[in-house]
């Protein structure tokens, strides 16, 4: 007696293989799937979101330090939470202990927040290419508009403005030892001793 196991997906089909994360820079409206608190080894605290977008791309890892390392306060972290919690219009938040290694945020489990993403690239320390995104500035996801805009009872303008002049920020390290190209201004070795005459 056989049991079918699978019946044929296009669309799956076509996805294999791919990744499903958020790739680019850009204008995305995210329903969050969880907030966790997460502290780094060097003592600062993020609050660390996961999530998925609209079109079905997964996020991971996108963090907002709201303490550094020597336990003050990250006023531009703090702010940019105020804005998110503003954008999902939560009125408080709260740590909720899920084991002694892992603390979240269960505020903001759930809810839709438009984010203007940028991609920042990086160097692993294997030397190797890495990324991750930055959040620049949350929006309400129905009218787009920022906090800003809605309590001065603008249109939405902020994001589209923002989008249009936003590009890639490189902060990887341009060390010729991980490069495998020769540093500027030193001529490879070839070419320096076919200038020599004899």
Same mark, same amino acid.
């Given at each position: 007696m056989s049991k079918t196991?699978? !019946?044929?997906?296009?669309?799956?089909a076509v996805s294999a293989g791919q990744s499903n994360f958020i790739k680019e820079s850009g204008v995305y409206v995210i329903t969050i799937?969880?907030?966790?608190?997460?502290?780094?080894q060097n003592g600062a605290t993020f609050i660390e979101f996961s999530g998925e977008s609209a079109d079905g791309h997964l996020i991971q890892y996108l963090s907002v330090c709201i303490n550094k390392k020597d336990g003050s306060v990250n006023a531009y972290g703090v702010n940019m939470i105020q804005a998110i919690m503003g954008c999902t219009e939560v009125k408080s938040i709260s740590e909720k202990m899920l084991s002694t290694s892992q603390t979240n945020v269960p505020e903001f489990a759930g809810k839709r927040v438009g984010l203007l993403l940028q991609k920042i690239l990086r160097t692993k320390q294997d030397g190797g290419d890495t990324y991750n995104f930055e959040i620049r500035i949350p929006f309400y996801p129905d009218t787009k508009q920022t906090i800003k805009e809605r309590l001065e009872s603008?249109?939405?303008? !902020?994001?589209? !403005?923002?989008?249009?002049?936003?590009?890639?920020?490189?902060? /990887? /390290? &341009?060390?010729?030892?991980?490069?495998? &190209? $020769?540093?500027?201004?030193? $001529?490879?070795?070839?070419?320096?001793?076919?200038?020599? $005459?004899?």
């Open positions: 196991l699978f !019946t044929y997906d296009e669309s799956a799937e969880e907030a966790k608190v997460v502290k780094s603008q249109d939405a303008k !902020t994001i589209d !403005t923002m989008l249009s002049t936003l590009k890639d920020k490189d902060e /990887r /390290r &341009h060390n010729p030892k991980y490069s495998g &190209h $020769p540093s500027q201004g030193i $001529p490879p070795v070839d070419a320096y001793e076919d200038s020599i $005459p004899f």
